[in-house]
């Protein structure tokens, strides 16, 4: 299941930059499996990891090679995906073969193994077939492409149980040359990012100095895929990489670098919806806006606690407008000396709640008949500062169940 | 669904504590749904209430009465309990309703309006069907008595989307004395206590000074009631309220204080538990023990953290001994200086983590058979202190979804 259309659009060809995908018979046979992404020399590739404690070997693998490149001064120039094997509480088995998938795909490539980052995504705690894996880099390898049917078997390449390939891409005017973003990602289940969601990769042919690149990662991740939950888990593998051709170009300051930053937001925006819609068994997607907090920190605490309750996720699943359910829980949100009479809740243009209760004009009928749409905007305004926060959530189906009690099978 | 057996227990006796419960047509007719309890004069009356900001009028108004109670140095003189509508999230109207029905009941009984303490618990943010709820009040106090069957009714006429009524007993020798504990509670979906579970209601004939009272009871609740989690949504109603009517032995200090505290926690502790094993949609009760914490906070984060994660919650359904969903949920407990490496998982005797991975001798068929199991006992070690914490929970099942997704209809 999936809420409303997520068209993968045609990807322009960001120069220099391509993708490779092949059958590796990871986890079964006939599926993409494999990715490998080809990056030039001279591009600036900045990464933002999990901040779960027990992290994937291959976020460990990668943050230490994407460090020695920095070092050097130097992007890194092949990421190797796959899916199928999350290879993550793996211990030092996992370490050896996230390490040993980057030499093999070096040696390939004639490049340092360092230069190669690694990523892995799917069941937790089996280690990887390595036969498979190497064996599949070949053939990754001579896939590699720069044009749209690339990108489009990358996004596929890299599903595990979405039900469908994610991207989005913008071109934007920059004076008298153009810049092109292309994004792709992945993620359905476990998704509570804590620095970026599963796995997302986005490129673009501007030229970014590293530490302008690194800034506009965080930044534009925390107003993205940071505020996104399917299930509250957040993952062991999270990884969002933004890569830096600077084959075009140059992106420093003023007003070239204010347009490429919303450029950058609405890629990783449209990307981090695109998992929230493809979330596990989701049958809506919801908008949840808080505002009047004394700190954006505070709104996202009362966004998340919402988003995150199963009564609430339970009641947007069956259309009802049980707004006691969403009332409960922003009461229990961690907020210190909650003055709950100045609380407002509206669900898209109908108001639910005000002075502590059931608003006056409020009726069941119209409440419904919002509950009823596949989108839906809950606005919750706190009445006591000027900060605030959006965050995007599913509702909690039968299907989420299904798929999670069945997924090993 | 529930888990296993809860035995409502004949209760004994205590001396001038009566219960009558009556059908008073509050949701739907024919079933017990109000409540009255007599305590005698001369008791003492402490009471725990939610922490949701969003507290319920009941709470409100049984707050203010029993300060007001204390204030003059006496006890409550009657709880009225009502199911099927919580008033909740209705603001002023609520809080006139709470208070009619007080004094209603004050006028029946011939004492002051603020002896009486309201309780409610049902649906949120509907008003109270005052008509009903008042004509009800003649029959449960004709009903009172101090016998097994009116502590048994009291048991059932408190239920929501419970499916059996929680009743829990002990009889402790205090020298040649003995001392009864009595206890019944309802709580079955919302059930995230901050302060105590939806409602339970424990009375004593032990004497008990107030500030004694007040401490047992914060203690015991803190060990009970605040260590479950059904489904991570704390009510806007839960209430715990501990009844001394002072007509049995004193409990002051020494040996017959520590006798009454382990029995006040077995009551409340078995209570709890029965509330998890009542769970909405629960197939499996869970019990999660963690240790080797800098801090019993610490250890309550770790242990509430994998009780919440509705990945770890569904495995438990499919009786998948899916441990890279129970590390994954460990690893992004909110600790600081995480050392992934030291921490150790087992279910029941089989040894699943060790050295951040899988452990060397584990075997998918000796999870599986753990996890089979109707109760099941995870033990997270993270070697890192002294310190540990107890939570039980209950798993995500499709019944849970179902329950929730028709509650209103």
Same mark, same amino acid.
């Given at each position: 299941?999936?809420?409303?259309?997520?068209?993968?659009?045609?990807?322009?060809? /960001?120069?220099?930059?391509?993708?490779?995908?092949?059958?590796?018979?990871?986890?079964?046979?006939?599926?993409?499996?494999?990715?490998?992404?080809?990056?030039?020399?001279?591009?600036?590739?900045?990464?933002?990891?999990?901040?779960?404690?027990?992290?994937?070997?291959?976020?460990?693998?990668?943050?230490? !090679?994407?460090?020695?490149?920095?070092?050097?001064?130097?992007?890194?120039?092949? &990421?190797?995906?796959?899916?199928?094997?999350?290879?993550?509480?793996?211990?030092?088995?996992?370490?050896?073969?996230?390490?040993?998938?980057?030499?093999?795909?070096?040696?390939?490539?004639?490049?340092?193994?360092?230069?190669?980052?690694?990523?892995?995504?799917?069941? /937790?705690?089996?280690?990887?077939?390595?036969?498979?894996?190497?064996?599949?880099?070949?053939?990754?390898?001579?896939?590699?492409?720069?044009?749209?049917?690339?990108?489009?078997?990358?996004?596929?390449?890299?599903?595990?149980?979405?039900?469908?390939?994610?991207?989005?891409?913008?071109?934007?005017?920059?004076?008298?040359?153009?810049?092109? &973003?292309?994004?792709?990602?992945?993620?359905?289940?476990? /998704?509570?990012?804590?620095?970026?969601?599963?796995?997302?990769?986005?490129?673009?042919?501007?030229?970014?100095?590293?530490?302008?690149?690194?800034?506009?990662?965080?930044?534009?991740?925390?107003?993205?895929?940071?505020?996104?939950?399917?299930?509250?888990?957040?993952?062991?593998?999270?990884?969002?990489?933004?890569?830096?051709?600077? !084959?075009?170009?140059?992106?420093?300051?003023?007003?070239?670098?204010?347009?490429?930053?919303?450029?950058?937001?609405?890629?990783?925006?449209?990307?981090?919806?695109?998992?929230?819609?493809?979330?596990?068994?989701?049958?809506?997607?919801?908008?949840?806006?808080?505002? $009047?907090?004394?700190?954006?920190?505070?709104?996202?605490?009362?966004?998340?606690?919402?988003? !995150?309750?199963?009564?609430?996720?339970?009641?947007?699943?069956?259309?009802?407008?049980?707004?006691?359910?969403?009332?409960?829980?922003?009461?229990?949100?961690?907020?210190?000396?909650?003055?709950?009479?100045?609380?407002? /809740?509206?669900?898209?243009?109908?108001?639910?709640?005000?002075?502590?209760?059931?608003?006056?004009?409020?009726?069941?009928?119209? $409440?419904?008949?919002?509950?009823?749409?596949?989108?839906?905007?809950?606005?919750?305004?706190?009445?006591?500062?000027?900060?605030?926060?959006?965050?995007?959530?599913?509702?909690?189906?039968?299907?989420?169940?299904?798929?999670?009690?069945?997924?090993?099978?």
């Amino acid at each position: 299941m999936a809420v409303g259309e997520t068209r993968f659009p045609k990807m322009p060809v /960001i120069e220099g930059l391509r993708l490779g995908t092949t059958m590796a018979g990871i986890k079964k046979p006939g599926r993409r499996d494999l990715v490998v992404i080809e990056i030039p020399e001279g591009a600036r590739v900045s990464g933002a990891f999990t901040r779960n404690a027990f992290c994937a070997a291959p976020v460990t693998v990668a943050r230490e !090679h994407l460090a020695a490149c920095e070092a050097r001064g130097e992007g890194a120039r092949y &990421l190797v995906i796959n899916t199928g094997n999350a290879n993550a509480g793996t211990g030092e088995v996992g370490l050896r073969d996230a390490r040993a998938t980057c030499a093999e795909l070096a040696r390939l490539a004639g490049v340092e193994e360092q230069s190669v980052l690694p990523f892995s995504t799917g069941v /937790i705690g089996e280690t990887l077939p390595m036969d498979r894996l190497l064996a599949g880099l070949p053939g990754a390898v001579q896939a590699l492409d720069d044009g749209a049917g690339a990108w489009q078997a990358a996004g596929e390449g890299i599903l595990t149980t979405d039900t469908r390939a994610k991207g989005a891409s913008v071109t934007l005017a920059l004076g008298e040359e153009t810049v092109t &973003l292309n994004g792709i990602a992945k993620g359905s289940g476990m /998704i509570r990012p804590d620095m970026a969601t599963m796995l997302a990769f986005v490129a673009t042919d501007a030229a970014i100095e590293q530490p302008l690149l690194d800034q506009l990662l965080r930044e534009a991740v925390d107003r993205s895929f940071n505020c996104i939950t399917v299930d509250s888990d957040t993952s062991t593998n999270d990884a969002c990489m933004l890569i830096a051709t600077g !084959h075009g170009s140059p992106v420093v300051e003023g007003e070239a670098l204010e347009r490429f930053r919303e450029g950058l937001l609405q890629v990783m925006t449209e990307l981090a919806q695109a998992v929230v819609r493809d979330g596990e068994g989701a049958t809506k997607f919801v908008t949840l806006q808080v505002d $009047g907090a004394h700190s954006r920190r505070e709104a996202l605490d009362v966004a998340f606690t919402v988003a !995150h309750s199963p009564l609430v996720k339970t009641a947007l699943y069956a259309s009802d407008a049980n707004w006691g359910r969403i009332l409960a829980a922003v009461g229990r949100a961690p907020v210190e000396d909650f003055d709950v009479n100045r609380v407002t /809740i509206d669900l898209g243009e109908v108001r639910l709640v005000e002075n502590g209760g059931r608003a006056p004009g409020y009726t069941e009928e119209a $409440g419904s008949a919002v509950m009823a749409r596949e989108e839906i905007e809950i606005r919750i305004s706190l009445g006591r500062g000027d900060q605030g926060a959006t965050v995007w959530t599913s509702d909690l189906s039968h299907d989420y169940v299904t798929i999670n009690a069945d997924y090993r099978s």
